[in-house]
């Protein structure tokens, strides 16, 4: 029953929600809003087991004297300060909470992480980009093109390599992104139908039904 019931409510919300979405009718628009308006309360709800699994779950670190015990008292205490300064000023433009903890502190942390990243990348370039292979040597003198293009000293050495920089992009580049979000698009999809008809039941949790 305790895996029944969800499954159940899984499978009927999941057939009305398409049903809906390809039958445009009032009635079909009213319990879109009606649905949305419960997923909007839904949410507020999973923040509050969120904030709580959060903080037992450190608590828990810090009782144990885990490894890394210190950053879980970092984190609760971000917690606390963060809720406590945009509950009394709120979140609009100017408020503490977006000058303070937004501008000087997030922004800053965030370019420190994506500085740190552009090392792994130079090393992932360098490994992908050796020309053991036809298509990794393709690879590469595309990269050589496109990087060599968008520098003004490219333009100096032939002043159609910018072009020739600007189709790989607009051309090849993106046939294959637009492959890679088909690709995602349909993993979606069929993930979705997965948890629709009970076939993924990850999201239940552990234990037996």
């Keep these: 029953m305790r895996r029944s019931l969800p499954l159940a409510i899984c499978l009927g919300m999941g057939i009305l929600m398409m049903i809906q979405f390809f ?6 628009v009213a319990f879109y809003d009606l649905t949305t308006k419960w997923i909007r309360i839904v ?26 015990w210190a950053y879980s008292i970092v984190t609760l205490v971000a917690l606390v300060v963060t809720a406590v300064i945009g509950l009394a000023w709120g979140v609009k433009p100017g408020s503490p909470l977006q000058e303070v903890l937004f501008k000087n502190m997030l922004v800053p942390l965030n370019a420190s992480m994506f500085a740190i990243l552009a090392f ?9 980009f050796r020309a053991r292979t036809k298509e990794a040597a393709l690879l590469l003198i595309a990269a ?12 100096s050495l032939w002043h159609k390599l910018p072009e ?37 039941r990850g999201w239940l949790g552990g234990g037996k039904g």
Excluded: C
């Design 43 to 68: 949410s507020a709800f999973a923040l509050v087991l969120g904030v709580g699994s959060l903080i037992l779950y450190h608590t828990d670190r810090l009782r144990r004297q885990r490894p890394g």
């Design 120 to 128: 792994y990348m130079a090393s992932a370039a360098y490994r992908a």
């Design 144 to 155: 050589f093109v496109v990087m060599l293009g968008m520098v003004p000293v490219g333009e």
């Design 23 to 28: 039958v445009p009718h009032p009635v079909s």
């Design 164 to 200: 020739v920089a600007e189709w790989v992009l607009s051309v090849p580049n993106m046939a294959a992104k637009r492959a890679i979000l088909f690709g995602v698009a349909l993993g979606a999809i069929a993930t979705s139908l997965k948890v629709i008809l009970g076939i993924e």
